[in-house]
């Protein structure tokens, strides 16, 4: 089993502060995709990642995949309180349909 | 709306009552699977269906039963549950693989209490 380590559990700021949660694996990811999911609802998709070194932006949201594709980060610039959410990182490869998720990072924004 | 829809929303259902949960998925996709989400851990697989065929089942207990009738409709079956399968479950449906990996569209879950 590959396991997806995210860090930290939980994370609490004030809005307009910045933030970054961590995915990280031993193993080499073919590519990771990142959710997030509010109370009540079913995790959405944000962004997928496949190239080593590979920066994406979503608005406020960075997301970069590691050189090695073990790991990755997003960072939310300026949180708003509605970022709050878990985020789920999660990796299916490209012969793998079987997706596995980390446990995720719960991001709450005080207003 | 990530064009994935489950019923119920919410189910309430005694240990020795029969209940099932449907999702159906309008993306087209031709892979579905079942996720269980507790309290304080990670997304747990259960069950992948691939072309109707079912391709997982991650050691789940035979109280849980799938069945796929087509590509895109998915049923768990439940009976005699035990409270601690009191959880979130969710649907989630996507292309087989792509060479960009797997994405999933999950749907809003089914928010199950075993009383």
């Known amino acids: 089993t590959q396991l997806l380590e995210q860090s930290p559990q939980f994370l609490s700021i004030q809005e307009g502060e910045n933030l970054t949660v961590y995915c990280n694996s031993s193993?080499?990811?073919?590519?990771l995709q990142w959710y997030r999911q509010e109370p009540g609802e079913g995790p959405v998709l944000l962004v997928t990642?496949?190239?080593?070194?590979e920066v994406k932006k979503l608005k406020r949201l960075t997301f970069q995949f590691g050189d090695a594709r073990k790991d990755s980060s997003l960072h939310i610039t300026a949180a708003q309180p509605g970022d709050t959410g878990l985020y789920l990182c999660g990796r299916g490869g490209v012969n793998d349909y079987k997706l596995s998720f980390g446990a995720g990072t719960t991001v709450t924004v005080r207003a | 709306e990530t064009g994935v829809t489950q019923t119920p929303r919410h189910l309430v259902m005694g240990m020795t009552n029969k209940k099932s949960l449907k999702c159906e998925q309008h993306?087209?996709?031709?892979?579905m699977y079942w996720y269980k989400q507790s309290a304080k851990k990670p997304l747990e697989l259960m069950f992948v269906?691939?072309?109707?065929?079912?391709?997982e089942n991650n050691s789940v207990p035979s109280r849980f039963s799938p069945e796929c009738p087509n590509s895109s409709h998915l049923f768990l079956h439940l009976h005699t549950l035990q409270p601690e399968d009191s959880a979130l479950y969710l649907c989630?449906?996507?292309?087989?693989?792509?060479?960009?990996?797997?994405?999933?569209?999950f749907g809003q879950g089914t928010r199950l209490t075993v009383v």
């Open positions: 989630a449906s996507s292309q087989a693989w792509t060479t960009s990996g797997t994405e999933a569209f």
């Open positions: 993306l087209g996709h031709n892979a």
């Open positions: 990642v496949v190239t080593g070194g």
């Open positions: 193993s080499v990811f073919s590519s």
């Open positions: 269906y691939n072309f109707k065929e079912q391709t």
